[in-house]
């Protein structure tokens, strides 16, 4: 996974989320829940390369930062929850897909109990 629209088109396939262009610049998209609307992954150009935006679990932030160069502390977010991934084709597709997955999982809202028992 090297270009934008893969990165989009990845996210697209997991349930219950949209694209949106939040800050009126195509440059910038955010994928977000339906029910919650929040953001698991920002996505956009930068210094000639695309870059993903992930939340991460902090015992896992520094593994995927230590594995791959191209994992770094997230840019414009808080650097203890979120990893920037630049898709420089130096991270294997599993991998890129793993750490959006695990930023939908870690940014899903909490589901509701249906009544009391």
């Not at 893969?6 to 694209?19: K, M, P, R, S």
């Not at 698991?40 to 520094?62: E, H, M, S, T, Y």
């Not at 991998?95 to 930023?103: A, L, P, T, W």
């Amino acid at each position: 996974m090297t270009t934008r629209r893969e990165a989009i088109d990845y996210c697209l396939t997991l349930d219950g989320v949209f694209e949106d262009y939040p800050f009126h610049d195509p440059n910038w998209c955010v994928i977000r829940h339906q029910d919650s609307r929040k953001v698991f992954a920002w996505i956009f150009n930068k210094d000639g390369l695309v870059w993903v935006n992930v939340k991460c679990d902090p015992q896992w932030r520094d593994v995927w930062r230590q594995a791959f160069a191209s994992v770094i502390p997230a840019y414009h977010l808080n650097k203890e929850h979120w990893n920037s991934i630049i898709l420089d084709g130096s991270v294997p597709q599993a991998d890129v897909k793993r750490m959006i997955c695990e930023s939908y999982d870690l940014t899903a809202g909490k589901k509701k109990r249906g009544g009391k028992k």
